[in-house]
């Protein structure tokens, strides 16, 4: 296949520009970075699992009328999806105390939430991703209040759908990130989900055991990185046979 032109490599993917105006393709790595970029290591066969569980949980949402950018996926690493214009901000959805809100409040981790609190955090690496409130994004015009309202109630509606679908499988969602964009259709203008779903940006943890699931295991050293990848794969009902290997040649499509 003819080598197309890349438009950008993040830390986790490449982007690649699509076969038709209006797409991307991400292509997903196995490198894994965590606080900031200080810490590199590479998860082998976390490219393939995290495209297949992003794919999974995207078509899922979609399924509920979520408006997503995922067209669909093309191979073992790589997905097709609308492009949009990302709107800087990681939108952080929190169910139990965990990570840096944990530190920042000294709220123990674990701790269940009275309600579930959703954050903004301004995308921005060089700044260190800071906490921002609605003040600071509707003043420095990086969405407006209706951009907000709707990345909100998105937001919690996706919280809820993903609460009950991973406890189905004996998963408890801690928290996650979300990065929202918008697509423009004519003179219309609509909030969709954007970038991924994964064990990258998700705290993931047993139901029985409290074992954590996702990227706090390569984050704080804990061992078992690949296989908690595939763990959460294997309960989606979605672990590619044989496990996360690479196909060589073309594959076909469920
Ligand atoms: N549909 C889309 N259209 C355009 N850009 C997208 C889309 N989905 C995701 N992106 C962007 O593609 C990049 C994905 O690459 P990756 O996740 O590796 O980035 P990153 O290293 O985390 O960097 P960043 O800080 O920009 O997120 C991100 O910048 C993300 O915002
Ligand atoms: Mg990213």
Same mark, same amino acid.
């Given at each position: 296949?003819a080598? !197309?032109?890349?438009i #950008? $490599?993040?830390k986790?993917?490449?982007?690649?520009e699509?076969?038709e105006?209006?797409t991307?393709?991400q292509?997903?790595k196995?490198?894994a970075?965590?606080?900031?970029?200080?810490k590199?290591?590479? +998860?082998t066969g976390?490219?393939?699992?995290n495209?297949?569980?992003?794919?999974?949980?995207m078509i899922?949402?979609a $399924?509920?009328?979520?408006?997503?950018?995922? =067209? *669909? !996926?093309?191979?073992? *690493?790589?997905?097709?999806? !609308?492009?949009?214009e990302?709107?800087p901000?990681?939108?952080?959805?929190?169910? +139990?105390?965990?990570?840096s809100?944990?530190?920042?409040y000294?709220?123990?981790?674990?701790t269940?939430?009275p309600r579930?609190?959703?954050? #903004? #955090?301004?995308?921005?690496?060089?700044?260190? @991703?800071?906490?921002?409130?609605?003040e600071h994004?509707?003043a420095?015009?990086w969405a407006?209040?209706?951009? &907000?309202? $709707?990345?909100?109630?998105?937001?919690l509606?996706i919280n @809820?759908f &993903?609460?009950?679908l991973?406890?189905? =499988?004996?998963? !408890?969602?801690? @928290?996650?990130?979300? /990065?929202f964009? *918008?697509l %423009?259709?004519g /003179? $219309?203008? *609509?909030?969709?989900?954007a970038?991924?779903?994964?064990p990258?940006?998700c705290?993931? %943890?047993d139901l029985?055991?409290n074992?954590k699931?996702?990227? @706090?295991r390569?984050?704080?050293? &804990?061992?078992g =990185?690949?296989e908690?990848?595939q763990?959460?794969?294997?309960r989606l009902? +979605?672990l590619?046979?044989?496990?996360p290997?690479?196909?060589?040649?073309?594959?076909?499509m469920?």
């Open positions: 296949m080598r !197309r032109r890349q #950008y $490599e993040g986790a993917k490449v982007l690649f699509g076969p105006p209006g991307i393709v292509y997903f196995d490198d970075t965590a606080f900031n970029n200080k590199k290591g590479v +998860i976390k490219g393939v699992l495209n297949r569980i992003s794919e999974f949980l899922k949402l $399924e509920i009328g979520i408006p997503t950018h995922f =067209v *669909r !996926r093309l191979n073992m *690493r790589e997905q097709l999806v !609308r492009e949009v990302i709107i901000l990681e939108v952080v959805i929190r169910n +139990i105390a965990a990570g809100l944990s530190q920042r000294g709220v123990p981790e674990g269940a939430l579930s609190i959703i954050e #903004y #955090y301004y995308k921005n690496d060089e700044l260190n @991703d800071p906490l921002v409130s609605e994004i509707t420095f015009g407006n209040t209706h951009d &907000l309202d $709707e990345m909100m109630g998105l937001s509606r @809820d &993903l609460t009950g991973f406890l189905g =499988v004996g998963i !408890r969602l801690i @928290d996650f990130k979300l /990065e964009g *918008r %423009w259709e /003179e $219309e203008m *609509r909030i969709v989900l970038d991924e779903i994964s990258d940006n705290r993931l %943890w029985k055991t074992e699931m996702d990227k @706090d390569f984050r704080r050293d &804990l061992g =990185v690949e908690a990848y763990e959460v794969a294997r009902g +979605i590619p046979e044989g496990g290997r690479d196909l060589k040649g073309p594959e076909t469920q």
